[in-house]
């Protein structure tokens, strides 16, 4: 499963980075929106961060396919051939991932709350079908099994589009849907920090320094021992 961040703060990304192996960037219009600045001018500080074969996505505004179509060709003429174009999963989407596919033009297919949605765009030609699981389970019904149904739908049907799972709260539903093996997740940095916040683990690591430096002296390690 690869581990995708949803967020365009450049300096979190920087962070998250740093310290985590991920695979490249997820974005929306309410996640720019957060930024607070020029969408491409925070999109193209992405993009030269992570390099131009990295995954960066990058959502459509327009309604109509015309328009989503229009933007789509600007998202890519700026920001490079390995920008995945996210295209809402409704009618006009479905109108615009069609054309776009067809000129070879990588597209996650988005908003999808349920299975025959993500089943739809898969037959459109998208490469990553994104089920946003915790907006699913506020609805009351269950997002991860939403999820789930998507990998199963692809792999019976013989369709090459991958499970891109979105909007995640807690490291349960991200668990779970990597021991299913779905293609990707998309979640926020806070919620990554907090698949290893544990005190548990925080705890652990200090008692075994605890124990060595009160074997051999506080600041001691295995690099500068006498
Ligand atoms: O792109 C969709 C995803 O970012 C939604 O996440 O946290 O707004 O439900 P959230």
């Given at each position: 499963m690869k581990l995708i961040i949803d967020d365009a703060h450049i300096d979190l990304i920087k962070h998250i980075y740093e310290f985590y192996p991920v695979d490249g960037i997820t974005t929306n219009p309410s996640i720019l929106a957060k930024v607070g600045k020029s969408p491409y001018d925070v999109l193209t500080e992405i993009r030269s961060f992570i390099g131009e074969k990295a995954e960066l996505h990058v959502q459509v505004i327009a309604k109509d396919a015309k328009g989503m179509i229009e933007d789509a060709h600007c998202i890519v003429e700026k920001l490079g051939k390995a920008t995945y174009v996210k295209i809402p999963s409704v009618p006009e989407g479905f109108?615009?991932?069609?054309?776009?596919?067809?000129?070879g033009i990588l597209v996650t297919a988005t908003a999808i709350y349920t299975p025959m949605q993500g089943f739809l765009a898969a037959k459109c030609g998208a490469s990553y079908s994104a089920p946003y699981v915790n907006r699913i389970d506020n609805m009351g019904y269950n997002g991860v099994?939403?999820?789930?149904?998507l990998h199963d739908i692809f792999k019976s049907n013989g369709l090459k589009t991958e499970v891109l799972a979105a909007s995640f709260k807690n490291s349960q539903q991200i668990l779970e849907l990597c021991q299913y093996g779905i293609g990707a997740?998309?979640?926020?940095?806070?919620?990554?920090?907090?698949?290893?916040k544990n005190q548990a683990i925080t705890s652990a690591v200090d008692d075994f320094v605890k124990d060595f430096e009160g074997l051999v002296g506080k600041g001691k390690t295995m690099s500068n021992l006498q």
């Open positions: 109108k615009a991932m069609k054309a776009l596919t067809k000129e099994q939403v999820a789930k149904s997740a998309t979640v926020a940095p806070d919620v990554i920090e907090g698949l290893v």
